[in-house]
């Protein structure tokens, strides 16, 4: 008899602990779904986010708002947009701390968006913290409240050349580099003639082939980088090539450098394309497309 007393204590310890694996199982499980659910849901949120960013650029564009001028004008760093780099602006910035560089500030970093949400004409932007620092934002996913990661910030760039288009680890000779140092070397000696002389000034032909000739190979940082390497240190250079210039640009995927006469392709889509470059193959390049850093990238538009 204590025998199979002995017996049913075990059987009981027994069906409680598969009992306890089953309910430590089945909470695993729970939290596993309610993760997955609640990455769906950002990403549905993220969607409609992105989405409503668009039509809201395209809609206030097609406006005729105008991002370079009023309360609207984007000032990366510059908060306020007043020109004066305030003591909360140089403590929130992370572009180039050391300096006030509003004009080369990429939108991932800057305070202010072309399109600042404002309370009131002359306002600072209202803001959201990203990573620990206040931004700008431009709007936010109707009906929802101010939670950090549902705004979007919008910028608009009137546009320039991409001074870091094609790959800046090659050769200035190379494919789509040859091609912007002629394109910057115009651009230059355009420059210099427009007030009716071949004299050099305000730039000439030479300085602009520099910016490719003499761009590291990670590319055109900031506009310092540009002025003291590429330009001997001149601000009038510099004051002069600016306005045409870009140091950050989307790219397109969908759109290729078209081929030339010589080098007919028989391929009829992108895709296509890609499929024939291979970057472990030498010569498998397809002349469609460019690299930097190792990958395909888009065109870069230039207005």
């Given amino acids: 008899m204590r025998s199979m007393r002995g017996l049913a204590l075990l059987v009981v310890l027994g069906v409680l602990g598969v009992l306890a694996l089953l309910a430590v199982a089945f909470v695993t499980m729970a939290q596993l779904?309610?993760?997955?659910?609640?990455?769906?849901?950002?990403?549905?949120?993220?969607?409609?986010?992105?989405?409503?960013?668009?039509?809201?650029?395209?809609?206030?564009?097609?406006?005729?708002?105008?991002?370079?001028?009023g309360a609207s004008r984007y000032g990366g760093e510059d908060w306020d947009a007043d020109g004066i780099q305030q003591a909360d602006e140089a403590a929130q910035q992370v572009y180039r701390p050391a300096s006030f560089d509003v004009d080369s500030c990429p939108v991932a970093q800057a305070m202010r968006p072309s399109f600042a949400c404002l309370p009131g004409p002359g306002s600072p932007p209202r803001t959201v913290t990203v990573d620990g620092r206040r931004r700008g934002y431009t709007g936010l996913l109707q009906g929802d409240r101010l939670v950090e990661g549902n705004t979007y910030a919008l910028k608009v760039h009137s546009g320039g050349i991409w001074v870091n288009g094609g790959d800046p680890?090659?050769?200035?000779?190379?494919?789509y580099n040859a091609v912007l140092k002629r394109i910057l070397g115009t651009l230059?000696?355009?420059?210099?003639?427009?007030?009716?002389t071949d004299d050099g000034l305000p730039l000439d032909q030479v300085d602009g082939e520099k910016l490719v000739d003499l761009r590291p190979a990670t590319g055109w940082q900031?506009?310092?980088?540009?002025?003291?390497?590429?330009l001997g240190g001149s601000q009038v250079k510099l004051d002069a090539f600016k306005p045409y210039l870009a140091l950050w640009a989307w790219t397109d995927p969908k759109v290729i450098?078209?081929?030339?006469?010589?080098?007919?392709?028989?391929?009829?889509?992108?895709?296509?394309?890609?499929?024939?470059?291979?970057?472990?193959v030498p010569g498998s390049r397809a002349p469609g497309f460019e690299v930097m850093g190792g990958r395909l990238v888009g065109r870069a538009p230039v207005d």
Avoid at 257 to 280: C, F, G, T, V, W
Wanted: negative net charge; glycine residues 4%; charged residues 30%.
């Fill in 33 to 69: 779904e309610r993760k997955a659910s609640s990455q769906r849901l950002n990403s549905t949120k993220a969607l409609l986010l992105a989405r409503s960013g668009l039509e809201d650029a395209m809609a206030r564009l097609t406006a005729g708002q105008d991002p370079e001028l």
């Fill in 169 to 175: 680890a090659s050769l200035p000779t190379d494919g």
């Fill in 188 to 196: 230059a000696e355009a420059l210099d003639r427009e007030d009716g």
């Fill in 222 to 230: 900031n506009w310092d980088q540009v002025r003291d390497l590429a």
């Fill in 257 to 280: 450098r078209p081929n030339p006469p010589s080098a007919p392709l028989d391929y009829q889509s992108a895709s296509e394309i890609k499929a024939a470059h291979r970057m472990d």
